[in-house]
């Protein structure tokens, strides 16, 4: 079984898709995306709404999940940075984490093969 890699990518909801194109041209098939909120660095910014001054700590952010073995994990890693990196705080954060195994549902596929598009 090849070495299994989560990489999980936080970043600004307007690069979206910059990034999943990218990713796609490097190869990677899947992934999975969520609307998240989060602070960082930014430490939010304040708002006025109907004369109340409120600070807004939370910004919006998307998460991109990916799960990966063929494709070096730099690879995937480069291609992130060169396409989400502004030099403004906020572009985000990448998160790697090992992956122990993957069950495809549907065939009960284990390991590396779960992960695999069967068409390629």
């Keep these: 079984m090849k070495k299994m890699t989560k990489i999980e990518i936080i970043t600004r909801p307007g690069k979206l898709e910059e990034l999943k194109e990218a990713l796609n041209s490097i190869g990677v098939a899947g992934m999975t995306v969520s609307q998240v909120y ?6 939010g910014h304040t708002e006025v709404y109907r004369g ?8 919006p952010k998307v998460k991109v999940e990916t799960v ?4 070096p994990v730099e690879k995937v890693l480069e291609t992130a940075q060169r396409v989400l990196k502004t ?3 906020g572009d985000g ?3 790697v984490y090992p992956i122990e195994n993957a069950v495809r549902i549907r065939t009960g596929e284990e390991g590396d093969i779960a992960i695999i598009d069967p068409k390629a």
């Design 38 to 43: 989060g602070c960082g660095l930014q430490k």
């Design 93 to 95: 954060k990448i998160f």
């Design 68 to 71: 990966v073995c063929e494709i």
């Design 52 to 59: 109340t001054e409120y600070t807004i700590n939370l910004l």
């Design 87 to 89: 030099g403004q705080i």
